[in-house]
């Protein structure tokens, strides 16, 4: 039975490149509204789940369900159909580089609506302002710096008011900062748009600023050895992994 | 000797003394390991009170040294080892906890036959599919429901036709000249020097002329291609368009092949004059044939079919060229090793394919009396 506050439930899942198994028999559910935290060390699997999540990898074994349909299984008309209510924020941004910050944010604006060219220069705006980059509009993505490129692949990321945004390691290459501001970007369109957001991230500040459950990936066995609030996977750890990771290598006095 | 040792059965204690900078001594380790394994040993005592200075060197000494013991169930004590130096110890081997992959074993005659079998029929599916992803998207194209941005396709061709005038018509000029001087060598040995006009205008536009633009586009544009998808592919331009469910065949793939199936042929017409007027310059400057003769003879020797047949294989490399740079760009890896890879396959294969395809087009045209 599909409980309908249930976003993406993620059962007996296993990622494997050719003989080698990266992840096996994973099993978790990602809550509408959730700030859902895919955490683990360098090498886990934490990017090759994003991409099994986001359909950019195919499934080697196990189920992915997104709203209560059969993501994995489901024709390639539905799966864009889904692709379509997700919106990603990948390492680097991936701006198209020939084409300006407001020519990336309309690619998808111009492609799945009918909207008249004058509403989506106005949302084009709306989007950038969101992000704090009003004035932008006809900047390339080399005239920018790595902090902003984010923010304007996160503008075009909402641009189709998605109900998933994924992260791909947010805080990487930000100064404090600017990785303070993308967290507190997050946590408003989380929670004045009700947007369930993915983020994959080893940043400790990040994962207990925004984080409201999560997964930890142990590259050793291979699964997931930690479920829950991250704030309470530190107050009860289910083992010394996640305690080492969660307080950057800190010994457990009653370990 | 730097590993001084007393043996004291069924111990042994390895004095560390002096200095043990750029320490490279495997035989010494080896002198070690051999009496520890001979006289049936069970302790090893390292005694590091007069350590002099050392480097890395001595660590991987003993990480070594330790390993092997480990293997044999032997004990080690470290004894007034300076902190600094067991850290690093210890470090070393927490960094060598994960077991490394297990290697591929050599699979037997058949098997390998078979495991080439398998993956050239995926290489052959996986080029089938994205040729058939290709045919899709002009299928879309043709019904105007293709997403492709006129500002592509539009650079795309700009990129393909003048910019590349230049270097066509030098080098289709330089073959011309060529095959002008190499027919000379045997045709004036009959006192038929004249035919040299007939020779180049016949070659240039049969087939030399496609040719040349085809090699010339394939080095050129081609790579560009592939360079340019597979960066995108690095930079994860590709997989945005993936999940925003953008066919990467509509939005990148057909504005490149339009554009260079569209300009190829006309490179091929350029291609041809310049070659001719190669041809011209050493028939008259070298051999000494009348301008009027040579020309009279030019356009006895040019005809439409020779024309339409150089045009046809102008378009056949145009699309080649295009798929393989194409192709090998969106198949790309993610590190800039991989963009090089993919910039020299696309190169490489596009023009094995023009010579298949060159073959296979002349035998249909023999064939058919073209």
Same mark, same amino acid.
């Given at each position: 039975?599909?409980?309908?506050?249930?976003? /993406?439930?993620?059962?007996?899942?296993?990622? !494997?490149?050719?003989?080698?198994?990266?992840?096996?028999?994973?099993?978790?559910?990602?809550?509408?509204?959730?700030?859902?935290?895919? +955490?683990?060390?360098?090498?886990?699997?934490?990017?090759?789940?994003?991409?099994?999540?986001?359909?950019?990898?195919?499934?080697?074994?196990?189920? /992915?369900?997104?709203?209560?349909?059969?993501?994995?299984? !489901?024709?390639?008309?539905?799966?864009?159909? $889904? +692709?379509?209510?997700?919106?990603?924020?990948?390492?680097?941004? !991936?701006?198209?580089?020939?084409?300006?910050?407001?020519?990336?944010?309309?690619?998808?604006?111009?492609?799945?609506?009918?909207?008249?060219?004058?509403?989506?220069?106005?949302?084009?705006?709306?989007?950038?302002?969101?992000?704090?980059?009003?004035?932008?509009?006809?900047?390339?993505?080399?005239?920018?710096?790595?902090?902003?490129?984010?923010? !304007?692949?996160?503008?075009?990321?909402?641009?189709?008011?998605?109900?998933?945004?994924?992260?791909?390691?947010?805080?990487?290459?930000?100064?404090?900062?600017?990785?303070?501001?993308?967290?507190?970007?997050? +946590?408003?369109?989380?929670?004045?748009?009700?947007?369930?957001?993915?983020?994959?991230?080893?940043?400790?500040?990040?994962?207990?600023? $925004?984080?409201?459950?999560?997964?930890?990936?142990?590259?050793?066995?291979?699964?997931?050895?930690?479920?829950?609030?991250?704030?309470?996977?530190?107050?009860?750890?289910?083992?010394?992994?996640?305690?080492?990771?969660?307080?950057?290598?800190?010994?457990?006095?009653?370990? | 000797? #730097?590993? #001084?040792?007393?043996?004291?059965?069924?111990?042994?204690?390895? &004095?560390?003394?002096?200095?043990?900078?750029?320490?490279?001594?495997?035989?010494?380790?080896?002198?070690?390991?051999?009496?520890?394994?001979?006289? #049936?040993?069970?302790?090893?005592?390292?005694?590091?009170?007069?350590?002099?200075?050392?480097?890395?060197?001595?660590?991987?000494?003993?990480?070594?040294?330790?390993?092997?013991?480990?293997?044999?169930?032997?004990?080690?004590?470290?004894?007034?080892?300076?902190?600094?130096?067991?850290?690093?110890?210890? %470090?070393?081997?927490?960094?060598?906890? #994960?077991?490394?992959?297990?290697?591929?074993?050599?699979?037997?005659?058949?098997?390998?036959?078979?495991?080439?079998?398998?993956?050239?029929?995926?290489?052959?599916?996986?080029?089938?599919?994205?040729?058939?992803?290709?045919?899709?998207?002009?299928?879309?194209?043709?019904?105007?429901?293709?997403?492709?941005?006129?500002?592509? &396709?539009? &650079?795309?061709?700009?990129?393909?036709?003048?910019?590349?005038?230049?270097?066509?018509?030098?080098?289709?000029?330089?073959?011309?000249?060529?095959?002008?001087?190499?027919?000379?060598?045997?045709?004036?040995?009959?006192?038929?020097?004249?035919?040299?006009?007939?020779?180049?205008?016949?070659?240039?536009?049969?087939?030399?002329? *496609?040719?040349?633009?085809?090699?010339?586009?394939?080095?050129?544009?081609?790579?560009?291609?592939? *360079?340019?998808?597979?960066?995108?592919?690095?930079?994860?331009?590709?997989?945005? %368009?993936?999940?925003?469910? @953008?066919?990467?065949?509509?939005?990148?793939?057909?504005?490149? @092949?339009?554009?260079?199936?569209?300009?190829?042929?006309?490179?091929? @017409?350029?291609?041809?004059?310049?070659?001719? @007027?190669?041809? *011209?310059?050493?028939?008259?400057?070298?051999?000494?044939?009348?301008?009027?003769?040579?020309?009279?003879?030019?356009?006895?020797?040019?005809?439409?079919?020779?024309?339409?047949?150089?045009?046809?294989?102008?378009?056949?490399?145009?699309?080649?060229?295009?798929?393989?740079?194409?192709?090998?760009?969106? &198949?790309?890896?993610?590190? *800039?090793?991989?963009?090089?890879?993919?910039?020299?396959?696309?190169?490489?294969?596009?023009?094995?394919?023009?010579?298949?395809?060159?073959?296979?087009?002349?035998?249909?045209?023999?064939?058919?009396?073209?």
């Amino acid at each position: 039975m599909t409980n309908s506050q249930v976003k /993406i439930e993620v059962s007996g899942l296993t990622i !494997a490149y050719g003989d080698f198994v990266l992840l096996k028999n994973l099993k978790f559910n990602i809550n509408k509204g959730d700030v859902f935290i895919i +955490m683990g060390g360098s090498g886990c699997g934490k990017s090759s789940l994003l991409r099994v999540l986001t359909g950019l990898t195919p499934v080697t074994i196990g189920k /992915i369900m997104i709203d209560g349909i059969n993501f994995t299984s !489901a024709s390639q008309d539905v799966r864009n159909e $889904i +692709m379509q209510k997700n919106g990603i924020l990948y390492q680097g941004g !991936a701006l198209f580089s020939s084409m300006t910050l407001a020519e990336n944010i309309a690619l998808p604006l111009k492609q799945y609506t009918n909207y008249s060219e004058k509403l989506i220069s106005e949302l084009v705006s709306l989007k950038l302002s969101l992000v704090g980059l009003t004035g932008f509009e006809d900047f390339y993505p080399s005239e920018i710096s790595g902090g902003m490129k984010k923010r !304007a692949g996160l503008a075009r990321a909402l641009a189709l008011d998605p109900q998933i945004v994924y992260f791909d390691e947010p805080s990487a290459g930000l100064d404090p900062i600017s990785s303070k501001m993308l967290d507190d970007l997050i +946590m408003e369109i989380n929670q004045s748009l009700g947007t369930t957001i993915v983020v994959v991230t080893h940043e400790l500040n990040s994962i207990f600023n $925004i984080g409201t459950n999560s997964i930890f990936l142990d590259g050793n066995t291979k699964s997931i050895t930690g479920y829950g609030n991250p704030k309470d996977l530190l107050k009860n750890p289910p083992n010394e992994e996640v305690y080492k990771f969660l307080t950057r290598g800190g010994e457990r006095k009653n370990a | 000797m #730097k590993l #001084k040792f007393v043996e004291d059965k069924p111990k042994i204690t390895l &004095f560390l003394d002096g200095d043990y900078i750029n320490f490279d001594d495997q035989s010494e380790l080896q002198n070690l390991l051999d009496t520890v394994q001979n006289n #049936k040993i069970n302790l090893i005592k390292i005694n590091a009170a007069n350590l002099g200075h050392w480097d890395s060197t001595l660590i991987v000494v003993l990480y070594e040294l330790t390993k092997q013991v480990h293997n044999q169930r032997i004990e080690i004590v470290y004894e007034k080892f300076p902190p600094n130096l067991k850290r690093l110890l210890d %470090l070393a081997f927490m960094v060598d906890r #994960k077991p490394s992959l297990p290697q591929k074993e050599e699979l037997p005659f058949l098997e390998t036959i078979g495991d080439w079998g398998i993956c050239l029929w995926k290489k052959i599916t996986k080029g089938l599919g994205f040729l058939g992803q290709c045919m899709k998207s002009f299928g879309r194209w043709l019904k105007a429901d293709a997403i492709m941005r006129r500002v592509d &396709f539009l &650079f795309a061709l700009q990129d393909c036709t003048y910019k590349a005038v230049g270097i066509v018509s030098l080098v289709s000029f330089m073959v011309g000249l060529i095959l002008a001087f190499v027919g000379a060598v045997q045709l004036k040995t009959f006192g038929a020097q004249i035919y040299v006009a007939s020779l180049v205008a016949i070659g240039m536009t049969r087939i030399m002329g *496609a040719i040349m633009v085809g090699i010339i586009m394939a080095g050129r544009t081609g790579a560009s291609y592939a *360079a340019t998808i597979g960066t995108m592919q690095v930079n994860e331009e590709i997989d945005a %368009l993936k999940t925003m469910g @953008i066919p990467i065949s509509d939005f990148l793939v057909l504005p490149r @092949i339009l554009a260079l199936s569209l300009s190829v042929p006309f490179l091929v @017409i350029l291609a041809d004059f310049m070659g001719i @007027i190669g041809g *011209a310059a050493v028939g008259i400057f070298m051999l000494d044939i009348p301008v009027n003769e040579y020309y009279r003879y030019t356009i006895n020797a040019l005809n439409l079919t020779n024309f339409w047949v150089g045009l046809f294989h102008g378009l056949v490399f145009g699309i080649i060229i295009s798929v393989c740079g194409c192709y090998f760009g969106v &198949f790309c890896g993610r590190n *800039a090793d991989s963009v090089g890879k993919a910039t020299t396959e696309a190169v490489v294969s596009a023009i094995v394919w023009m010579i298949v395809m060159t073959g296979i087009i002349t035998f249909i045209f023999e064939v058919l009396g073209i």
